[in-house]
């Protein structure tokens, strides 16, 4: 998700009331919510679950337990700093490096519960694991979840009552639930309309507005297919079927490509689903690997790469 959502739930989070049991409080929660990011700096990292993005950092282990703590030390000794400086305003919370801890405890959990919801999805065992998880939940920006986090806040605020930040976090989960469940109709929709389907990778890409609509891609026996889903039409049915595509994965020129260089390496790591197209040019090959979650021509520029090798 975007880090003004992520930011967002943070605040909200605080404004139920736990940024009154300690100093520093507000800033846990938000700075917590954004905190698994930070491996957006670290991409030149020798160690791949940490230069992967959404990978270490935003795992059980790393983003969840591990980072929290460290936030919480640097909020504790940036607080001692103020109090030797005579900064802290007066009637503030006294400081309780226990509930610091906690907040960014809970701050950091909401970060991969958030981006587990769109289809780029996270490495939510990372390290012990390179699996990717998604429930294609949300649209990567929500304008629905910025309309009720920005109104709890404002509301909070403007009232200095915890309830409509609560109701806001709220209505944000049941949203997101009602969307999980209309993301698993759309996933069986392909072995329920096609006969001998079986997607062996499946996502379903929440439109940002009309959110009940669904992009589907799929990959069946080496071939991809997109199609559109919407349960006020049909929750059964898929509609705007393309025909199947190679994805060429297998091709022995790919083949050789995807071990020529690491950028083409990460790239697979990240990819979900690769798709490879080759342009010969004399006695050179060029292969360039995409992602069929991310079709369109901007966004085909933006997630690809490409090798060139001889062959003759």
Not at 59 to 75: F, M, N, R
Not at 250 to 264: G, I, K, N
Request: contains cysteine; charged residues 20%; hydrophobic residues 50%.
């Amino acid at each position: 998700m975007d880090n003004l959502t992520h930011s967002l739930v943070g605040w909200a989070l605080a404004e139920t009331g736990l940024k009154r049991r300690t100093r520093k409080g507000l800033g846990a929660c938000v700075l917590a919510a954004n905190l698994p990011d930070i491996d957006v700096f670290f991409g030149w990292a020798p160690w791949a679950p940490l230069a992967m993005h959404r990978g270490f950092t935003h795992g059980l282990v790393g983003g969840v337990l591990l980072l929290p703590p460290v936030l919480a030390g640097l909020l504790w000794l940036l607080d001692r700093w103020h109090t030797e400086r005579g900064r802290i305003a007066p009637g503030a919370a006294p400081m309780h490096f226990g509930w610091l801890l906690v907040l960014c405890w809970l701050g950091a959990l909401t970060h991969p519960l958030l981006d587990l919801q769109n289809t780029y999805a996270v490495q939510l065992l990372s390290p012990f694991s390179e699996g990717w998880f998604h429930t294609d939940g949300l649209f990567i920006v929500s304008p629905w979840l910025l309309a009720f986090l920005g109104l709890g806040i404002w509301r909070s605020r403007v009232g200095r009552r915890a309830r409509p930040a609560i109701l806001a976090l709220t209505a944000c989960v049941a949203f997101i639930a009602v969307n999980i469940g209309i993301s698993a109709l759309a996933w069986k929709a392909p072995e329920r309309e096609i006969p001998y389907v079986r997607p062996d990778r499946i996502f379903a890409a929440p439109d940002a507005l009309l959110f009940w609509r669904r992009d589907v891609v799929w990959r069946n026996d080496g071939m991809i297919t997109h199609a559109r889903f919407d349960p006020f039409e049909s929750v059964t049915r898929v509609t705007d079927r393309s025909e199947p595509v190679a994805d060429n994965m297998a091709l022995p020129v790919v083949q050789r490509a995807v071990q020529a260089t690491w950028d083409v390496q990460d790239f697979l790591a990240w990819s979900q689903l690769p798709v490879a197209t080759t342009r010969r040019s004399g006695c050179d090959v060029t292969v360039t690997f995409g992602d069929a979650r991310f079709s369109g021509p901007a966004m085909t520029r933006n997630f690809s790469t490409s090798v060139r090798l001889p062959d003759c």
